[in-house]
Nanobody, 125 residues
Framework: QVQLVESGGGLVQAGGSLRLSCAASGRTFRRSAMGWFRQAPGKEREFVAAISWTGGTTYNLDSVKGRFTISRDNAASTVYLQMNSLKPEDTAVYYC??????????????????WGQGTQVTVSS
């Protein structure tokens, strides 16, 4: 079992920054791929970024366009999402997910095995 706990969400003005963290329990983190997804009210869950166990990354370039950076600290069993130049359209609940097949930084949500409870990010205009 893997438990994921997100933190770092909040209210920020447009143009500001936030760093989300996702702390994972369990010994499988080091070999897991990790992903960030988001869901805005009335919209489907959307891929944001993912990182493989070797550090390879995938981004939703249409949405983040170089503004977001995913990283991981295996010693701390934590994955991060640095979000810069935030826009009101980034407002959503952000979810962390773990994929036991860590070789692929997959953008597909149903390829992930464990999910966190989500953290709210609100960007005001």
């Amino acid at each position: 079992q893997v438990q994921l706990v997100e933190s770092g969400g909040g209210l920020v003005q447009a143009g500001g920054s936030l760093r989300l963290s996702c702390a994972a329990s369990g010994r499988t983190f080091r070999r897991s791929a990790m992903g960030w997804f988001r869901q805005a009210p009335g919209k489907e869950r959307e891929f944001v970024a993912a990182i493989s166990w070797t550090g390879g990354t995938t981004y939703n370039l249409d949405s983040v366009k170089g503004r977001f950076t995913i990283s991981r600290d295996n010693a701390a069993s934590t994955v991060y999402l640095q979000m810069n130049s935030l826009k009101p359209e980034d407002t959503a609940v952000y979810y962390c997910a773990a994929r036991l097949d860590g070789s692929i930084a997959s953008p597909v949500w149903d390829g992930y095995d464990y999910w966190g409870q989500g953290t709210q990010v609100t960007v005001s205009s």
